[in-house]
């Protein structure tokens, strides 16, 4: 679509229905919200609709803001104004991403709809409770390929199915996936391969948040930590079901977000245990840095390189810290990729303090890099004329 970046819409869903059929689409609503369903319905938006002008505020909604648009179709829906215009729009832009169903109808009647095409397949809600139409739609908000990252996925999958045994249980499911995926790219007329950093970037930077999550002994106990850091895999691509881990942390977000201010140790400890029950399936499913170094080693090592120092920049711009920012300087150490990681390191060892911890981990990382020819290039690249170092036996009494 050309007006929206795929796989980056505001909403997975929008509603729309006639009010006469509120209670029902309240609990599909409600439903999808609580399996993390990011979800327009007009209730939950009142504060942020209030005094927009609803014409053109609907229309980006319904038209650019989600992936998939629900008609829930009816003779009070085919009469009414405020359903007709979000109708239109959902149509406008079904006309103009026809490569794929946007528009899924449900319908309470029989009413002809303008527009909705009478071969259109739809669910049928006179014997669809709402429960099982939930069901049924997050269902299909899964099986919707994220154009953006499908060669990521495609790499990272044929370097899980790599390094896996052979008796490996999850096998099967991984195998099954490189075929889909390779399936799906050739439909879609697209090439096998990344070529590009902002493809390698996604891979880049999941290697660098699981590096991250790996510095926690066992299973992540601090639930804020965990849904602050784990979010960053919404878009893995080298899970096997990376949208589904998407919704469980979003759930275990609305859990934790929506329960009411803790009491006491007690309390906090329950309320950590019922998210962390909701993010383990998610945190199972967490790829090894082998599997990522496989995947990555085979990107052109140009494209790789130029991924990893994106992020190693936004990490620093964004002062994430620098936990995060190191992690990119250990991946271009992993990839080999010597003349980068010695640009950087020379940008950080003359900007840091001598007597600061991080100075000496980029110098210990320097040295590691160099081996003998360490002392060489730090007096040629680092120090300025005349100038001594400040720890000649290497010694930093940190």
């Not at 399996?35 to 942020?48: K, P």
């Not at 209030?50 to 085919?78: M, N, P, Q, T």
């Not at 640009?343 to 900007?351: A, F, N, Q, V």
């Not at 007096?379 to 001594?388: A, F, K, Q, T, Y």
């Amino acid at each position: 679509m050309k007006n929206a970046v795929p796989g980056n819409y505001r909403y997975d869903v929008c509603l729309s229905f006639a009010g006469e059929q509120r209670e029902y689409v309240d609990a599909v609503a409600a439903g999808l919200r609580d399996q993390g369903v990011s979800v327009f319905y007009d209730l939950y938006e009142r504060v942020h609709l209030w005094g927009k002008r609803g014409a053109e505020h609907f229309d980006r909604i319904y038209r650019l803001e989600s992936e998939y648009c629900v008609i829930f179709a009816s003779a009070d829906y085919a009469r009414k104004a405020w359903p007709t215009h979000e109708r239109r729009s959902a149509q406008s832009r079904a006309l103009e991403d026809h490569d794929k169903e946007y528009i899924l109808p449900a319908r309470f009647d029989d009413t002809e709809i303008p527009g909705l095409a009478p071969d259109v397949f739809y669910i049928d809600l006179r014997t669809t409770p709402p429960g099982e139409f939930v069901g049924l739609l997050i269902e299909k908000i899964l099986e919707a390929p994220d154009v953006e990252h499908l060669r990521a996925a495609l790499l990272a999958a044929e370097a899980r199915s790599a390094l896996s045994p052979k008796d490996d249980l999850t096998r099967p499911a991984v195998d099954e996936r490189v075929a889909k995926l390779r399936t799906k790219l050739t439909r879609l007329g697209s090439t096998l391969s990344i070529e590009s950093p902002e493809e390698a970037f996604q891979l880049v930077e999941e290697y660098v948040f699981s590096e991250e999550i790996r510095r926690w002994p066992g299973s992540l106990q601090n639930a804020d930590y965990a849904l602050g850091t784990i979010r960053q895999f919404l878009s893995d691509p080298i899970m096997i079901s990376g949208k589904a881990a998407d919704l469980s942390l979003r759930a275990a977000e609305r859990v934790y977000h929506d329960t009411e201010p803790v009491q006491g140790e007690d309390e906090w400890e329950r309320r950590n245990e019922r998210v962390q029950a909701i993010l383990n399936p998610a945190l199972a499913t967490l790829p090894v840095r082998e599997e990522y170094l496989f995947a990555l080693a085979n990107i052109p090592p140009e494209v790789a390189v130029t991924a990893a120092k994106r992020g190693y920049y936004r990490s620093i711009s964004a002062q994430r810290g620098d936990f995060w920012s190191w992690n990119y300087l250990l991946l271009l150490a992993h990839l080999g990729e010597r003349d980068a990681l010695l640009s950087i390191l020379k940008e950080r060892l003359t900007s840091q303090h001598h007597l600061d911890k991080a100075y000496a981990a980029t110098r210990g990382l320097a040295r590691d890099v160099l081996g003998d020819e360490f002392p060489t290039w730090f007096h040629r690249e680092v120090l300025g004329p005349g100038e001594d170092d400040p720890w000649p036996d290497g010694q930093f009494g940190l």
